[in-house]
């Protein structure tokens, strides 16, 4: 584990010294406006926040217990350059400031992409500003920008920046942005086995980021190749991500558990919005009992080897835990 990594990690398990047992990380999703609470349809429970709505309910998570949460803006304007991405006065950067202005102890990670806020809605500028024919990422550019929006990131406070383009090169290129800006403690958490999955339609409901055109298989990764999956995430480690991540969760646990045993690097699993989504829709039928199926998720992705877990369900696991000590203390 490098320096970083262990900032990162002890930053988590720290505040979690009394919690259940997995890091979890809660994903927010901040919009521009005052008093926006906007359901995503898809997520039961997960909602779009203006920034001053965003920081009361990172409040109530920091109070339940939850260590730490990710980032994701949807901003006002998109266009060909992702401009809304990097700027010091974007709506991640302010959700950013103002939650580590008001929210303490509270571990701060950012998304550090370019789907949100390109026009075209894929995570990589165009060779060609009118592409949509013959398309075509412009690899050098976008790492120049991901750079640019982590530093940005880190400048507006952020913890910990989780690159998510699945760009050839993009954690050395970040690493190297931070150095160079004066924020060479800031660890980065490279989303790095990250499939081309049917499980993140609501996820594209909530950011908005569906491609407009193509789709993202030239960049992510092909659900049959474990072994690409593994080459990529030591590609990362090389370059210097202090977590690295397999992404989504639970059909991808064989490869969480060969990235376990193959690396040292602490490692985290992303449950994305499918399979947040499919609980809730059998729970609410009366099909299944949610609470110990996510337990039960949980359980395995820790088994598998996640030290970290991403998951919509972090609040209402730690509700339910503050709930059964309730209980428990009630007994006594
Ligand atoms: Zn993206």
Known sequence: MNKHAAGAVSLLTDIEKDG?????????FVVEGKGVRKPVVSMPGIAQLSVDLFVKEVAKARALGVPAIIVFGIPKKKDSQARGAY??????????????????????ITDVCLCEYTDHGHCGVMKKSDAAA????????????LAATAV????????????????????????????????SRTPVMGYSAKFASAFYGPFRDA????????????????????????????ADIAQGADIVMVKPGLAYLDVLRQAKDKFTTPLAVYNVSGEYAMVKAAAANGWIDEKKVVL?????????????????????????????????RKKK
């Open 87 to 108: 700027d010091p006065d974007g709506i991640v950067q302010r959700a950013v400031a103002a939650v580590k202005k008001n929210v303490k102890g509270m571990c701060v």
């Open 134 to 145: 013959d398309w075509a990422i412009d690899l050098e550019h976008t790492l120049e920008l």
């Open 152 to 183: 940005s990131h880190a400048a507006a406070g952020a913890d910990m920046v989780a690159p998510s383009a699945m760009m050839k090169g993009q954690v050395r290129a970040i690493r190297a942005a931070l150095y160079k800006n004066g924020f």
């Open 20 to 28: 259940p047992g997995y890091n979890l990380v809660m994903p927010f």
């Open 207 to 234: 950011a908005e980021s569906a491609p407009k055109f193509g789709d993202r298989t030239s960049y992510q990764l092909d659900p049959v190749d474990d072994r690409k999956a593994l080459a990529r995430v030591a």
């Open 296 to 328: 039960e998720e949980f359980t395995a992705m820790k088994r598998a080897g996640a030290k970290i877990i991403i998951s919509y369900h972090a609040c209402d696991v730690m509700r339910w835990r503050q709930d059964s000590l309730a209980l428990e």
